[in-house]
């Protein structure tokens, strides 16, 4: 049976195309309402963006079909609408604490539902689905696919039960066909998502690539001393060690001390050209955006941009010290410091602030952003654009540890851009298991109750 969507302010800015998000055979519905809230939008910058772009698609619809009972066809055979609201009526005038843009919306739902049309109201604020609920008009949330709640952020990977036969034969014939994994023949496969395998006896582990699950490749050329202490590291080292032609970007996301930051370091000093085993890349680079306690800037600071910076980089020197630690067990603490010292006066090591990198190209070059999640969205793009041929960009971060009051959970860069790029051939992600860090007991009863 054919239904008709109504869509509010959230859910029509959910994804860069909500419209099409519900079928190819159903009716959207936009009210008059709302198009006048996304005409004068001035939420979240990115939903800025997006909010004037919904208005360029609706303004080059011919009107008479947006407004005709039918409404407009879009391409993928959908049939998009603007209605306003006829009078209010009393039941709905008589809500109390609910806005009058959401009280036209209720009144569209109402009045094409004695046309005998099949309504579902679509929103993501529970009060408003109950409100409708009351007012006798169904109603249903809508995943926000820009900023997704915590719980429905992409991971890079999924758990699947199989057979043994089927693990063997990802080993034997190096690729299975996604039909044989059970269960997952209608589910969305997105490029270099890992699949974890388990079957009675066995477990798997793989990538999925061109329409195949393919067994990894690069997470047995492990640097040094190190090892995975659990499958979601196996799948980072996997990403961090393909090339850089193959994986020039990676994302990585999980909370502190199961790591992300750690696994990044040893890979990039392992292939940096005239220092580690490999020449790779022909430069390291360091940033972090500069998060403070309170309202002290970084101009505050004494000293070049390196000195402004360097307080804020003291995770990547401790992880730098655990490094040193793993080579040689007995080395001496001044030794550790000697060395740490010796790649950054070397600039073997370079901090690379965030605010200056607008116009730079960066070939050739390991670069890793750390504590992405403190970085606002509409910055991303002008990391992401420095890139040039040979480099490998690695964004670390916790969505859940965001120190930036401009940001939450949901809105920031981490997220961001793990949501934008997933699926994307170049792209390649993995999010680490908070119940798997390296650290002590204390940080992981902290992390898991403060």
């Known amino acids: 049976m054919r239904k008709t969507f109504v869509l509010r302010t959230e859910a029509t800015l959910a994804s860069e195309d909500s419209s099409m998000r519900f079928g190819n055979d159903n009716t959207i519905v936009i009210p008059m309402a709302i198009l006048e809230n996304l005409y004068r939008y001035k939420g979240l910058p990115e939903k800025q963006r997006m909010a004037t772009r919904f208005m360029e698609y609706i303004g080059n619809i011919p009107m008479e079909e947006l407004l005709s009972k039918k409404g407009y066809q879009q391409k993928n055979g959908s049939y998009l609408r603007a209605v306003d609201n006829a009078k209010l009526d009393s039941k709905v005038d008589n809500c109390q604490n609910i806005s009058q843009l959401d009280k036209r919306v209720y009144q569209v739902c109402l009045d094409l539902q004695r046309e005998g049309e099949k309504i579902i109201l679509i929103s993501q604020n529970p009060v408003i689905r109950l409100k409708a609920k009351e007012l006798g008009i169904n109603s249903e949330p809508f995943k926000d696919e820009i900023f997704p709640k915590p719980k429905d952020q992409y991971k890079g990977y999924i758990d699947v039960i199989t057979s043994n036969d089927t693990i063997d034969k990802l080993y034997k014939n190096k690729s299975i066909d996604v039909t044989e994994i059970y269960n997952y023949n209608d589910f969305t496969w997105y490029e270099n998502l890992f699949v974890k395998m388990k079957a009675e006896s066995s477990w798997g582990l793989g990538r999925y690539t061109n329409g195949k699950i393919v067994p990894l490749k690069y997470s047995n050329k492990i640097p040094g001393n190190n090892k995975s202490l659990n499958v979601e590291q196996t799948m980072l080292w996997e990403c961090l060690l393909a090339p850089a032609d193959i994986a020039p970007l990676v994302v990585v996301?999980?909370?502190?001390?199961?790591?992300?930051?750690?696994?990044?370091?040893v890979t990039a000093l392992e292939n940096l050209a005239r220092y580690g085993s490999n020449d790779v890349y022909n430069q390291l680079l360091i940033a972090a955006p500069i998060v403070t306690l309170d309202d002290e800037k970084i101009g505050y600071l004494p000293g070049e941009k390196e000195n402004k910076v360097g307080p804020y980089l003291g995770g990547i020197k401790d992880n730098l010290r655990g490094m040193f630690q793993t080579k040689k067990p007995t080395v001496k603490n001044s030794d550790i410091e000697d060395s740490i010292n010796f790649l950054?006066?070397?600039?073997?090591?370079?901090?690379?602030p965030i605010g200056f990198l607008r116009g730079r190209?960066?070939?050739?070059?390991?670069?890793?952003?750390?504590?992405?999640q403190n970085i606002s969205p509409s910055v991303i793009k002008d990391i992401v654009t420095?890139?040039?041929?040979?480099?490998?960009?690695?964004?670390?971060?916790?969505?859940?540890?965001?120190?930036?009051?401009?940001?939450?959970?949901?809105?920031?860069?981490?997220?961001?851009?793990?949501?934008?790029?997933?699926?994307q051939k170049l792209c390649w992600q993995v999010t680490l298991s908070s119940e798997k860090s390296v650290r002590g007991d204390l940080a992981q009863v902290g992390l898991s109750i403060l």
């Open 253 to 265: 996301k999980g909370a502190a001390g199961t790591g992300k930051t750690y696994c990044a370091l």
């Open 361 to 372: 190209t960066i070939p050739n070059t390991i670069f890793i952003i750390d504590e992405v």
């Open 386 to 423: 420095r890139a040039a041929k040979g480099s490998k960009f690695i964004f670390l971060g916790d969505p859940n540890q965001v120190n930036n009051v401009n940001l939450n959970s949901r809105y920031n860069g981490l997220v961001y851009l793990s949501e934008k790029m997933k699926g």
């Open 344 to 352: 950054f006066d070397e600039k073997f090591i370079e901090i690379q």
